[in-house]
């Protein structure tokens, strides 16, 4: 079961972690997670193809793709689900950092070594990681990824 709270807890860690004024969360359903990171004084643009959405957000009915021109100053998703790997490659793509909180891979490859997957590409695109957990029921692993210093 979904812990509920998963959105509040991960805009809080977002804002507290990064200064970064607008944010795009790729895959985000409904706009859970836009609506916590607004309420939070963040600009938030949502991507996903859902037409049904919370009223009054910056949601574009869209799939992300690497050629999209970069508006942002984070890109994040909260379990993404196949959309998962694209945040990994434009953020590096456009030297912004990301975060991630993986579900399920794309691939049907099993969770851990998904996670180490996500890291070791990020880590290939020039991206220093980390991982964190969030403290929420369910796959609450994070995978947060910030350009090396070139």
Known sequence: ???????????????QRFAAPRIWDV????????????ARGRQ?????????????LDYRE???ELSEPCQCDLIVGLHADGATRIIVEYAAQHGIPFAIVPCCSDNGMPYKPWLRHLAELAQDLGM??????????GRCTMIVGTPKPT
């Not at 895959?27 to 607004?38: P, T």
């Not at 220093?128 to 029921?137: H, S, Y």
């Open 1 to 15: 079961m979904a812990d509920h709270a998963r959105f509040d807890l991960f805009a809080d860690f977002l804002t």
């Open 44 to 56: 938030c643009t949502t991507f996903d193809v859902r037409w049904k959405h919370l009223p009054n």
């Open 27 to 38: 895959a985000g359903g409904m706009g859970k997670l836009n609506q916590a990171l607004v």
């Open 128 to 137: 220093a990681t980390e991982r964190r957990d969030l403290a929420m029921r």
């Open 62 to 64: 869209q799939l992300l």
